[in-house]
């Protein structure tokens, strides 16, 4: 389907073009520690974390000086899952609704064969010299190691001020941005705020690519939410997406999304799309979406907001050691891609929201 689409570009000559690196200049990440707090470990390692935040961090100043909401309740909408369970994925767990045979043989095997397609894609679509990495996925999982290590400083301490965001706008799609900034105004409201601490390396591993074709009118990410109008199987299926100034169609093919105008293509909704009507879509452009796992640990600590010098009692502290998801997106382009990539989602918020909405259709038959 993608083999007839054209797949080569030029590379622009700045070997770093596509990497995340847009960061004021005068902004320094914080180093790394390469430390570990496990409960299960041994007392030497307990002590080498307590050594590594002494400052601030004595056991009154964990007492909190007043009542505030459970920090299981006050971080229960935050976008990186820092408490409970993790969120369902699109693919993982496999949901149990699914047919037995889609749950054993069908399912991972379009999930595996849409791998193979997009990463062919993604290393044509991004080429590079001789002699050099590939920069998919290779070039791509340093940036966007690079990019959470900058993430964690500037969320640090934010009240949810556009005045004061550090640039986060940067980094995060304007959908993202929203998503933190509501649940940091959530925290500076209760007189707290939040702070993260890397506490190890990171390592990046790219993982599903997402491919979401059609015009910049219409596709403007790869997390496009809406009712789920007609289902063909768990992995196709036709959404409606309703815009202020664009409504569309959006049919599902495994990670492959397309939109069109019903009145353009009223057969769509009745079966799925033809090879033609894919290729011209196609030619339109997309925007592209990949989800990396974060492996890492930082500490996430709870404090009360204290005006002036200084800094306010400590209420939490935590250590974080699970993988955070990330899902780069990149903006819209048809043969060559201008600008950054940006977050578009951590810890599948937004992808299990969109789960849930096409839950809610299931009572739409799949096409026998």
Known sequence: MLA?????????????????????????????VQTVYLSSHS?????????????????????APRSYIPLDELLEDY??????????????????????????????????IAK???????ESRFPVTENQPKYFPDLFAKGAGFAFTSLL???SKWNGSSSSDNALSELLTPSMYERFRKSHQKLDKEGVEIEFD???????????????????????????????????NPLSFVREVKGSDNQCHLFREVVFEYAFKKSETPEALRGPLSFGLKSSIIRKGQVVGVDVCIQTQFCVTVREKKSGDGEGAIISQQTVNQPVWVRFESPHFVDRMEGEWRVGDVDRLIQNERILEEEKCLGTEPEE
Not at 7 to 20: D, F, I, N
Not at 116 to 122: A, C, K, L
């Open 198 to 232: 890397m506490l190890d390396e990171i390592q990046a591993t790219p993982g599903d690519v997402w491919l979401t074709f059609g015009s910049p009118e219409q596709v403007k990410s790869t997390l496009m939410f809406g009712k789920v109008v007609r289902r063909f």
């Open 153 to 155: 400083p500037r969320l």
């Open 116 to 122: 193979i397609t997009t990463w062919g894609w993604m």
């Open 4 to 32: 007839k689409s054209p797949l080569t570009r030029a590379m622009p000559a700045a070997p770093h073009r596509y990497l995340l690196c847009r960061f004021p200049s005068s902004y320094r990440v914080q180093p790394l």
């Open 43 to 63: 007392s030497s390692t307990l002590t080498k974390f307590e050594n590594h935040f002494a400052e601030g961090c004595d056991e009154e100043a964990l007492e």
């Open 79 to 112: 976008p990186l899952r820092l408490t409970g369970t993790p969120r369902r994925g699109p693919f993982d767990p496999i949901p149990s609704w699914w047919p037995w045979v889609e749950r054993v043989f069908l399912g991972p095997a379009r999930r595996n």
